[in-house]
């Protein structure tokens, strides 16, 4: 069972680290960032409703628990999705990656904002400091603009802000419903699904060509990013615990480096690898003070509430 778990964590932090350089096979295919998310969580839907009829588990009920999932679904997949997807059109995925990492500082903001049992430690507020110095340092602030587009960089920036928002404020209603992770992420791919099968249509034309490559890396981005990913994120909280389980975003900037620079050939300044450092730095420092808490969580609403945010949402993948 240990090395299970840790097998399971390896594979978990490859798939989401793997998950922007899809999102740029997509891109480089033609295919809109609309229509990415929208394959994406489509994909990811299909395999979970797989799991439930595996597991003998059902979607959730009731009018209020859907309307979270489906805000759920927009803060931490149909606008995030989105905007790496259009950040992707303008910087390299490694770029991406890194970008990424600001999510558990933007997430830490909105919980001391939202939730009551959240405080700003000294220790914390030094992570932020830290982390968000670390930002500057990727954008090379110093300079007025970074080598790559500025633009991308700060959509990169703004789905990272999205998970940060949505992770929150899954914790705070999604949370306790009585319902399994998987459960809840189903029920929000799901609405996600439904929300781009309306936008994409309206907003996007169809792709002039569909080639193979463009696809495969779509359909892998939803089966393994937002379908088996969760599965083993549901796992390793099982297994390991969810402090355990939030340590696996900061193995994802490295595979993004690595996979943009080794697969697509991609190219980054100095000042960028070493944002990503003091990214992750300031991320763990904002975290160590909540990791008592997660640990004494009874295992019901650890479980409801990482499988929910999918705790990627803390850390997700593009």
């Not at 990811?44 to 059902?58: F, K, P, T, Y």
């Not at 949370?175 to 998987?182: E, F, K, Q």
């Not at 909540?290 to 409801?304: D, E, L, M, Q």
Request: proline residues 5%; contains cysteine.
């Amino acid at each position: 069972m240990r090395s299970r778990w840790r097998l399971q964590y390896l594979a978990l932090a490859l798939i989401w680290g793997l998950s922007f350089l899809f999102i740029s096979e997509g891109i480089r295919g033609g295919f809109a960032p609309l229509q990415i998310a929208l394959g994406r969580v489509a994909t990811g839907a299909a395999v979970l409703l797989v799991v439930l009829a595996v597991r003998r588990d059902r979607l959730p009920r009731g009018g209020r628990t859907w309307a979270h999932l489906a805000m759920a679904a927009v803060l931490n997949n149909v606008i995030p999705f989105t905007l790496f997807g259009y950040a992707e059109q303008r910087i390299p995925s490694a770029l991406a990656g890194i970008c990424n990492a600001s999510t558990p500082l933007f997430g830490a903001v909105v919980a001391f904002a939202m939730l009551p049992d959240e405080r700003l430690s000294p220790r914390r507020a030094v992570g932020l400091g830290t982390g968000f110095a670390g930002v500057f340092v990727v954008l090379g602030a110093w300079t007025g603009i970074s080598s790559h587009d500025l633009t991308g960089t700060l959509l990169a920036l703004g789905g990272g802000l999205c998970y940060g928002i949505g992770f929150p404020y899954t914790r705070r209603f999604l949370t306790g419903t009585g319902y399994s992770g998987p459960s809840l992420a189903a029920g929000q791919l799901l609405c996600g699904t439904v929300i781009l099968a309306v936008l994409a249509p309206l907003l996007t034309s169809a792709p002039a060509s569909w080639p193979a490559t463009a696809v495969l890396s779509v359909l892998l981005l939803g089966a393994l990013g937002t379908g088996i990913a969760y599965v083993l994120n549901y796992a390793i909280i099982a297994a390991a615990g969810a402090t355990v389980a939030t340590t696996v975003g900061y193995l994802l900037p490295v595979v993004a480096v690595a996979a943009g620079l080794a697969i697509l050939g991609e190219r980054l300044t100095w000042n960028e690898p070493l944002g990503a450092v003091i990214v992750v730095t300031g991320a763990a420092l904002t975290q160590a003070s909540t990791r008592i808490r997660a640990v004494s969580r009874t295992p019901a609403a650890t479980t409801a509430a990482s499988g929910a945010a999918t705790a990627a949402d803390r850390w997700s993948a593009g």
